[in-house]
Nanobody, 124 residues
Framework: QVQVVESGGGLVQAGGSLRLSCQASGRTFSRYAMGWFRQAPGKEREFVAAINWRGGTTYYGDSVKGRFTISRDNAKNTMYLQMNSLKAEDTADYYC?????????????????WGQGTQVTVSS
């Protein structure tokens, strides 16, 4: 059973930065894509970013493009989300997920293991 654990959430002022981390258990981390999704209160889950198995290809949601950067360190079984120029509308619970395949995807159904989420609150 793969376990996925997010960390790094917190409270930040608008315009500030945060870096989220996601660590996954198991020896097969480097074989799969990883992704970040978020869900704000009363809203549907939204795709944030994804990265393929080697880290050479990345995907971003339109609302975060140019402000967020996804990366991974396969030697540490860890993925990151660097969030800059944060806005109040970025406030949400952020979820990390492991993909079912090596290539990244914007669809939540393409991911099989999910973390419990880490809360990000951006004050305006």
């Amino acid at each position: 059973q793969v376990q996925v654990v997010e960390s790094g959430g917190g409270l930040v002022q608008a315009g500030g930065s945060l870096r989220l981390s996601c660590q996954a258990s198991g020896r097969t981390f480097s074989r799969y894509a990883m992704g970040w999704f978020r869900q704000a209160p009363g809203k549907e889950r939204e795709f944030v970013a994804a990265i393929n198995w080697r880290g050479g290809t990345t995907y971003y949601g339109d609302s975060v493009k140019g402000r967020f950067t996804i990366s991974r360190d396969n030697a540490k079984n860890t993925m990151y989300l660097q969030m800059n120029s944060l806005k109040a509308e970025d406030t949400a619970d952020y979820y990390c997920a492991r993909g079912r395949e090596a290539d990244g995807s914007r669809r939540s159904g393409s991911y099989d293991y999910w973390g419990q989420g880490t809360q990000v609150t951006v004050s305006s």
